[in-house]
């Protein structure tokens, strides 16, 4: 009779997580076309129906453990593609005099945010906030403005690929900086990192090499029909291979998943239909469950006024942490119209804001509260500057 009861037990905590599943999926579908029509990005939509599903709405959807997993899957496989997605040949292609400006329009970037947390005493967590790049949602709008090919849009993409390596290396920094423990743990931790990416570099310039002189061997993983998708395979294990290594070093998974997809972006020169179908793999189920989860696990009575008003303030110097050094940095003969909407493009990194909250939040840097204001921030830069980049993007397509 026992285990009669704990089968029916076993079966029904089946069923409830198969729910979940069909939830989470159900508001997948439902998310983007509802987006398009909102005209917001599909991620603030899936935030929301985390929200509407959740404890904060009609309490259908809890954060169990298998939710949790594939949610945290999903978080690895956007830091991967967001490895992927830095075109490391438009990069070579555009030679260093060219990579002068967007470096220093970056440097600015950082400069203006520190000053600006300085200013406010937000910390090093809302420093990254202020200052986070990412290429995802400049990438998406560029492409659905027909701006990729501009001057402009190439130079935003070559500051966001920067930018956004900076970034990831400055969230493993303050992890490091921010651990409790001596100062020889500290040490050892700092080595480890170092450890890791030097031999990822040594790693990446012997894989590159490898294919050169053996192409066959990898002509597989980049082809557009293979049964098998021996490609999609091999990229999830180099993948979890780096996020075991990040692990091993001490550091956030973010760092590893973000490095193998850097190092199969790096590669493998023709890795667009490799990148497709992973991003099918990721876009299509991982991904959204991970925003979903994270409008799940949003705090919202930890907000009162004055939260929501810091996150407005943070949303406006975020904003114009990215528009001034835009501003002030440019190539010679581009008219402060482009100078403007590179920085719009520039301010809306949605993913890695949402990863910096969830990340201070593991490592008790943030708060309850000032993680649902960091979201609320990711929701606000998101929507609010790639409205003025369309409304101002309108019009002839500029010389390229």
């Not at 799940?296 to 943070?314: I, N």
């Given at each position: 009779?026992?285990?009669?009861?704990?089968?029916?037990?076993?079966?029904?905590?089946?069923?409830?997580?198969?729910?979940?599943?069909?939830?989470?999926?159900?508001?997948?579908?439902?998310?983007?076309?509802?987006?398009?029509?909102?005209?917001?990005?599909?991620?603030?939509?899936?935030?929301?129906?985390?929200?509407?599903?959740?404890?904060?709405?009609?309490?259908?959807?809890?954060?169990?453990?298998?939710?949790?997993?594939?949610?945290?899957?999903?978080?690895?496989?956007?830091?991967?593609?967001?490895?992927?997605?830095?075109?490391?040949?438009?990069?070579?292609?555009?030679?260093?005099?060219?990579?002068?400006?967007?470096?220093?329009?970056?440097?600015?970037?950082?400069?203006?945010?520190?000053?600006?947390?300085?200013?406010?005493?937000?910390?090093?967590?809302?420093?990254?906030?202020?200052?986070?790049?990412?290429?995802?949602?400049?990438?998406?709008?560029?492409?659905?403005?027909?701006?990729?090919?501009?001057?402009?849009?190439?130079?935003?993409?070559?500051?966001?690929?920067?930018?956004?390596?900076?970034?990831?290396?400055?969230?493993?920094?303050?992890?490091?900086?921010?651990?409790q423990g001596s100062r020889v743990e500290m040490l050892?931790?700092?080595?480890?990192?170092?450890?890791?990416?030097?031999?990822?570099?040594?790693?990446?310039?012997?894989?590159?090499?490898?294919?050169?002189?053996?192409?066959?061997?990898?002509?597989?993983?980049i082809e557009h029909h293979d049964v098998a998708e021996?490609?999609?395979?091999?990229?999830?294990?180099?993948?979890?291979?780096?996020?075991?290594?990040?692990?091993?070093?001490?550091?956030?998974?973010?760092?590893?998943?973000?490095?193998?997809?850097?190092?199969?972006?790096?590669?493998?020169?023709?890795?667009?239909?490799?990148?497709?179908?992973?991003?099918?793999?990721?876009?299509?189920?991982?991904?959204?469950?991970?925003?979903?989860?994270?409008?799940?696990?949003?705090?919202?009575?930890?907000?009162?006024?004055?939260?929501?008003?810091?996150?407005?303030?943070?949303?406006?110097?975020?904003?114009?942490?990215?528009?001034?050094?835009?501003?002030?940095?440019?190539?010679?003969?581009?008219?402060?119209?482009?100078?403007?909407?590179?920085?719009?493009?520039?301010?809306?990194?949605?993913?890695?804001?949402?990863?910096?909250?969830?990340?201070?939040?593991?490592?008790?840097?943030?708060?309850?509260?000032?993680?649902?204001?960091?979201?609320?921030?990711?929701?606000?830069?998101s929507i609010v500057f790639p409205i003025v980049f369309?409304?101002?993007?309108?019009?002839?397509?500029?010389?390229?």
């Amino acid at each position: 009779m026992f285990c009669a009861r704990e089968d029916r037990r076993g079966t029904v905590n089946g069923h409830d997580e198969l729910l979940a599943l069909l939830l989470l999926l159900g508001a997948s579908v439902v998310g983007p076309p509802l987006a398009v029509r909102m005209r917001v990005p599909a991620a603030v939509v899936l935030i929301l129906f985390g929200m509407a599903l959740g404890p904060l709405g009609l309490g259908a959807l809890h954060d169990t453990q298998m939710v949790a997993f594939v949610s945290e899957l999903g978080f690895l496989l956007l830091m991967f593609m967001a490895g992927m997605e830095i075109d490391f040949e438009a990069i070579r292609a555009a030679g260093r005099p060219a990579l002068i400006v967007p470096t220093l329009v970056v440097l600015g970037i950082f400069a203006c945010a520190a000053g600006a947390g300085i200013a406010l005493g937000i910390g090093g967590i809302g420093i990254l906030v202020l200052s986070a790049m990412s290429v995802g949602m400049p990438l998406a709008v560029l492409k659905e403005t027909d701006r990729a090919s501009t001057n402009m849009g190439r130079h935003v993409m070559l500051a966001a690929s920067i930018g956004e390596l900076v970034c990831i290396l400055a969230i493993t920094g303050l992890e490091v900086v921010s651990a409790q423990g001596s100062r020889v743990e500290m040490l050892v931790k700092v080595g480890k990192v170092v450890l890791l990416l030097v031999g990822s570099a040594l790693l990446i310039r012997w894989a590159r090499a490898f294919v050169w002189w053996y192409p066959r061997v990898f002509r597989r993983l980049i082809e557009h029909h293979d049964v098998a998708e021996l490609g999609v395979r091999v990229g999830l294990v180099v993948m979890l291979g780096f996020v075991v290594l990040a692990a091993l070093a001490g550091v956030e998974p973010i760092l590893g998943a973000f490095i193998g997809g850097s190092l199969v972006g790096f590669v493998l020169r023709q890795k667009h239909a490799l990148e497709a179908k992973i991003a099918a793999l990721g876009n299509g189920l991982f991904i959204p469950i991970f925003f979903i989860v994270v409008g799940l696990r949003f705090e919202a009575s930890a907000l009162d006024g004055a939260a929501v008003r810091s996150a407005l303030m943070l949303a406006l110097f975020a904003g114009l942490s990215k528009i001034l050094p835009s501003l002030a940095v440019a190539r010679r003969g581009t008219s402060l119209r482009d100078r403007f909407l590179a920085g719009c493009l520039l301010s809306a990194p949605l993913t890695l804001v949402v990863a910096i909250g969830s990340i201070g939040r593991k490592l008790e840097l943030v708060g309850a509260r000032e993680q649902a204001s960091i979201v609320l921030v990711a929701m606000v830069v998101s929507i609010v500057f790639p409205i003025v980049f369309r409304l101002l993007a309108r019009g002839p397509l500029p010389a390229s």
